[in-house]
Structures are given as structure tokens and as C-alpha cells.
């Protein structure tokens, strides 16, 4: 099965992938901001203010999602000795970041109208900022360690760490009273908000999943380089 | 927007903005990389050169196949 995930074989695909995904992007961007901006309503409670949630949600489910991918690659990397997936999971961290400070930032600037404040150290909003530092400190890993055996232990080590973090974010609603509501979307039960809201948000997720994985492409394919300019330098 | 307007401004300007920065620091990464790689290929010796050759991926990078 590994054998898929070879440089050589691999280097060939996500290479010329980029056109077409930076292309779908664009399209289902553009979309997607049509829909969150012009046609989608207003909330009765929030008004045009619930306008950033499409900005907001999709960022944050994106910054967890890549970090349970982390994570998951970490692991198989570090049990089966596949230093692939250790430089696949590197390429998907930055976007995992600046997901992630989206979230934060959005999220402060929706509070502000809403809650009255644009910070507060509520349940969420804490475990978010939490799974910042894991994401800032695996980054840092990546820096300042050389030795590649070591890099993998401790890289592995951050995302085994910061896994725990993400049922709390994920749950920190149900167990917590927090500023936060409750999940509004449900694949157990049934959906709290309404389909013409619901489809805005789907679009903008899939054009942030694109663009994260444009950015992957792009990181990956550098990474490639590096270890292939190292090659020469054995010639 | 009902006085709204600045923070969904706010919002998307930053999403907007982060996005860029991302993807500019990313491909400036990525091209000097590749022109590291350029340019060590361009100093080996025809013999090193030929070899290099050989592997599928050296020659895909030094193709510029990406167009990213």
C-alpha cells in the first residue's frame, strides 16, 4: 500500500493537480461568497451579522479536521517507519494554522456584534486557542530539530498530545455553559438550521478544503524538491 | 447590513487577506527551492548530470511541468 505514497510516483500527480484544483477554487469560491454575501438571509436574531459564520465555521471544522489528519499520519508514519507521510503531514500544518487563526480571529470579530465583547475565556473559544499552540508548537518542531528521527518522535509526540484537545473543543459546548451555542449541524440528528444557510456554509467549506489543499500541493511538491536537491548534493 | 457591515467586512478581509499571505509565502518557498534546485543541477558534470537524469522526478522538477 505504501508503495502509492513514493516521492517518485507521487511527485508526478500533485504536481499537476495544481492547475485544476486552484481552477475548482476559483469557481467554487466564487460561489460560495456569492451565496454567503448576496443570496443567503439574514438571521432574525443576528442579522447580517451571522454573515461571517460562512467564514467563521468552515475554518475552524477545517483547522480540526487537518489536525486529526496530523495526527492519524503521525502515527501511521511513526508505526510503519514511512517518512512520507511524516513530509505529507508537515505540508498539511500551515494551512491547519492559518485555519486555525481564522477561526480565532473571525470569531472575535462575530463576538463583538453578538456577545458584546471580542474576547472571552470561554470553553470553545479557550480550547481553540489551545489547539493554536499545538499547531504553532508542531510548526516550531519542524524548525528547529535536524535530526530527522528525532523531529519525527517529537512532531508525533505534539499531535498525540494535542488529539486530546479536540473532543473537548468539539464537546466543550454540551459539557460547559459557554457564550457558545450548541452544534447546529448534526450527522446523528437532526440539522437546527435552515437548508438556505446550510448550503452556503457546505460551499465555503469545500472551497477552504480547496484551498487547503492547493496550499499542500504547493508545500508538499517544495518539500519534494529539498529532498531531491539534497540528492543531488550525494551525486 | 444593518450596521453590520464593517464586521462582515472585518471578517472576510482578514479570511481574504490570510489567504493571500499563505499562498505568497508558500510559492515563494516553492520557487526557491526549485531554483536552488536549477541551479545545482546546472553546476554537476555531464556523468552526474546523466545520472541525476535517470530519476523520473529530477527531470519533472527541472521540466517546470507544474505551472505552479
Given at each position: 500500500m505504501f508503495k502509492f505514497f513514493e516521492p517518485n510516483k507521487i511527485f508526478l500527480i500533485t504536481s499537476r493537480a495544481f492547475k485544476y484544483v486552484l481552477f475548482l477554487f476559483i469557481v467554487v469560491l466564487s460561489v460560495g461568497l456569492t451565496e454567503a454575501l448576496i443570496l443567503s438571509p439574514e438571521d432574525y436574531k443576528q442579522s447580517h451579522a451571522v454573515r461571517i459564520m460562512?467564514?467563521?465555521?468552515?475554518a475552524a471544522w477545517i483547522s480540526l479536521g487537518i489536525f486529526s489528519l496530523l495526527t492519524f499520519l503521525s502515527l501511521i508514519g511513526f508505526i510503519f517507519k514511512n517518512k512520507n507521510l511524516f513530509l505529507i503531514s508537515k505540508s498539511l500544518a500551515p494551512s491547519g494554522f492559518v485555519f486555525n487563526v481564522i477561526a480565532l480571529v473571525t470569531g472575535a470579530i462575530w463576538g463583538k456584534p453578538t456577545w458584546g465583547t471580542w474576547w472571552a475565556w470561554d470553553a470553545r473559544i479557550t480550547s481553540m486557542l489551545i489547539l493554536a499552540l499545538f499547531y504553532a508548537m508542531y510548526l516550531v518542531a519542524w524548525r528547529i530539530y535536524e535530526d530527522q528521527e528525532k523531529v519525527f518522535k517529537i512532531t508525533s509526540l505534539i499531535t498525540i498530545l494535542g488529539i486530546i484537545n479536540v473532543p473537548i473543543i468539539k464537546f466543550s459546548v454540551d459539557w460547559w455553559n459557554t457564550l457558545h451555542q450548541p452544534a447546529s449541524i448534526n450527522i446523528l440528528s437532526k440539522n437546527t438550521i435552515h437548508v438556505s444557510m446550510?448550503?452556503?456554509?457546505?460551499?465555503?467549506?469545500?472551497?477552504?478544503?480547496?484551498?487547503?489543499?492547493?496550499?499542500?500541493?504547493m508545500k508538499y511538491n517544495t518539500e519534494l524538491i529539498k529532498l531531491k536537491s539534497r540528492g543531488l548534493d550525494r551525486l | 447590513m444593518n450596521g453590520y457591515g464593517l464586521y462582515v467586512l472585518?471578517?472576510?478581509?482578514?479570511?481574504?487577506?490570510?489567504?493571500?499571505?499563505?499562498?505568497?509565502?508558500?510559492?515563494?518557498?516553492?520557487?526557491?527551492?526549485?531554483?536552488?534546485?536549477?541551479?545545482k543541477f546546472g553546476a554537476l558534470n555531464p556523468e552526474q548530470a546523466n545520472l541525476a537524469k535517470l530519476q523520473r522526478i529530477n527531470k519533472e522538477i527541472l521540466s517546470n511541468a507544474s505551472g505552479n
Open positions: 460562512y467564514v467563521h465555521v468552515p446550510l448550503f452556503p456554509l457546505l460551499i465555503m467549506t469545500a472551497a477552504f478544503t480547496l484551498f487547503s489543499l492547493l496550499i499542500f500541493l | 472585518l471578517a472576510f478581509g482578514f479570511t481574504f487577506l490570510s489567504f493571500t499571505g499563505l499562498y505568497v509565502f508558500t510559492k515563494i518557498q516553492y520557487n526557491k527551492e526549485k531554483n536552488k534546485f536549477t541551479s
